[in-house]
Nanobody
């Protein structure tokens, strides 16, 4: 089973940008679904950006601000985040699998804090 490790989080001011990276322990070329998730205040993980069979989709709250991309040759997945808001503060995780309901184990996540 492929494992994922996230990086790139940090403290950023409102309106700022961050680029999160996710490295896979194996080949992701045959993993059709890759997604970025984050913790909600209630503790659940919510999907914020997905790359599924070549198509990207986003949660309404991040549409137009976040961009998901993947580099299969490097086994990497990225999340470019712009115009960050305090409500984007969370721990962000990446994960992938055949579909959103059939994912690998969770990595450690990377903390994103948006604050002045």
């Amino acid at each position: 089973q492929v494992q994922f490790v996230e990086s790139g989080g940090g403290l950023v001011q409102p309106g700022g940008s961050l680029r999160l990276s996710c490295v896979a322990s194996g080949n992701i070329v045959n993993i059709p679904f890759m997604g970025w998730f984050r913790r909600t205040p209630e503790g659940a993980r919510e999907l914020v950006a997905a790359h599924n069979y070549g198509h990207a989709a986003y949660q309404d709250s991040v549409e137009g601000r976040f961009t998901i991309s993947r580099d299969n040759a490097k086994n990497m997945v990225y999340l470019q985040m712009t115009s960050l808001k305090p409500e984007d503060t969370s721990v962000y995780y990446c994960n992938g699998g055949p579909r959103v309901g059939d994912l690998s184990g969770w990595g450690p996540g990377t903390q994103v804090t948006v604050s002045s």
